[in-house]
């Protein structure tokens, strides 16, 4: 198969010819229609993650099975799925108590290897890594069962593929991490893919009051269209002021730092209010250390500071019900995605995020 390989740090990707092994046991092969650029796999591209190569990377996808491995039972031959980075296996420490996006099998984001060790992936009988436990980057891929989820045959899969990654990870940071209460206050500080979903998860929780932060005009403008109340220049405005000034001085109940920045982190724990939680949805780079406040100051106003992976995600519910809630209209996929190019352009792709550059960028594999 092709797929996008990512050689050295740094380094523009290469298409080249890659083999893939045949599903093994519990697993899927699937055909890779459609999949979104994250900023997760830009960091690995560029450096700020350390990873190893050669690697397949890619991890917000959809497309349609083609092979099934022995004891396979949910999934058949011709299926739409929407993959997911965190399969839950569902018997683990934490799946039993329901933290399914910390399942043991989300270890993968980190290890580029199925669960047995292997990667399915290989060039000239060498090694080629499953980065962001998918590499969709691809034209297909070899996933666990529960990694592929199915959706109904008239999903758009272009459309779909977003939820992957980017709405389940926003729409769940604001209704599963954070558990917004009806009413509640929110700062969200960055509006890539991303954050504006962390936007449409605090319209659904009923929030009373949804600010946002970004310097570029064309996503303020979509943050609002999609139920943010309040919308900031942080090159110009004061966001933790005006943050306080628009929650009559007590500060947001939550904040969210969308892009991983530490200096967005320490924005958040300024805004909130006494009590108030600071969720941590986007990774900053290993070279960029979060140094906190006085911790005396914390513990004294009670401020919480929380972790977040993939929205704290069920992917077996959570995908299902971002779909019902799009037929419903009441989730924007579209509106998400700003930009469609074929796999041999996905260095333009990558540069489309590097420089900011609409929203989501979609590589239209097949």
């Known amino acids: 198969m092709r797929a996008a390989v990512l ?39 560029d450096g700020a993650f350390p990873g190893v190569t050669p690697v397949v990377l890619g991890h917000e996808a959809a497309g349609v099975v083609t092979a099934i491995g022995d004891g396979v ?18 018997h683990c420490y934490w799946c039993v ?21 292997g990667t399915r992936l290989s060039r000239n009988g060498e090694t080629v890594w499953r980065g962001m436990a998918v590499a969709a980057f691809a034209e297909q891929v070899v996933i666990q069962e529960t990694g592929a989820v199915k ?7 272009d459309v779909a593929c977003v939820i992957g990654c980017a709405v389940q990870t926003g729409v ?25 979903s962390i936007v449409q998860g605090a319209v659904l929780a009923g929030a009373s009051r949804i600010v946002v932060s970004d310097p570029v005009a064309e996503r303020r403008e979509a943050a609002l269209a999609m ?29 969210f730092d969308a892009l991983g ?39 004294a106003t009670e401020k919480k500071l929380v972790g977040c992976l993939l929205g704290s995600s069920n992917s077996l519910h959570e995908i299902p019900r971002l779909i019902a809630l799009w037929r419903a209209g009441r989730i924007d996929l579209e509106g998400l995605i700003t930009g469609r190019r074929p796999l041999d352009e996905i260095n333009e792709a990558l540069d489309d995020l590097r420089q900011a550059k609409g929203i989501r960028t979609i590589l239209q594999i097949a």
Do not use: F
């Open 7 to 45: 050689e050295q740090a740094g380094k523009p990707l290469s298409i080249e010819e890659v083999d893939i092994e045949a599903p093994h046991a519990g697993e899927v092969a699937v055909a890779v229609h459609a999949c979104g650029i994250c900023h997760s796999d830009l960091s690995v591209i």
């Open 73 to 90: 039972t949910t999934l058949a031959v011709g299926d739409h799925v929407v993959l997911t980075p965190c399969a839950p296996c569902g």
């Open 97 to 117: 108590r329901g933290e399914w996006s910390i399942c043991t099998n989300s270890d993968a984001l980190m290890t580029n290897v199925h669960p047995d060790g």
């Open 151 to 157: 959706i109904a045959d008239d999903v758009p899969l």
């Open 172 to 196: 769940g940071a604001a209704i599963n991490t954070a558990s917004m209460e009806a009413g509640s206050t929110a700062l969200v500080l960055g509006l890539g893919g991303i954050g504006l």
């Open 227 to 255: 139920g943010a109340t309040d919308a900031l220049d942080p090159t110009t405005d004061d966001v933790v002021a005006k943050a306080h000034e628009l929650t009559d001085g007590i500060g947001v109940d939550y904040a």
């Open 261 to 299: 920045r530490s200096t967005l982190i320490t924005t958040g724990l300024d805004a909130t209010r006494k009590g108030g939680t600071t969720v941590l949805v986007g990774v900053a780079p290993i070279d960029d250390p979060l140094t906190l406040p006085i911790t005396a100051v914390i513990a």
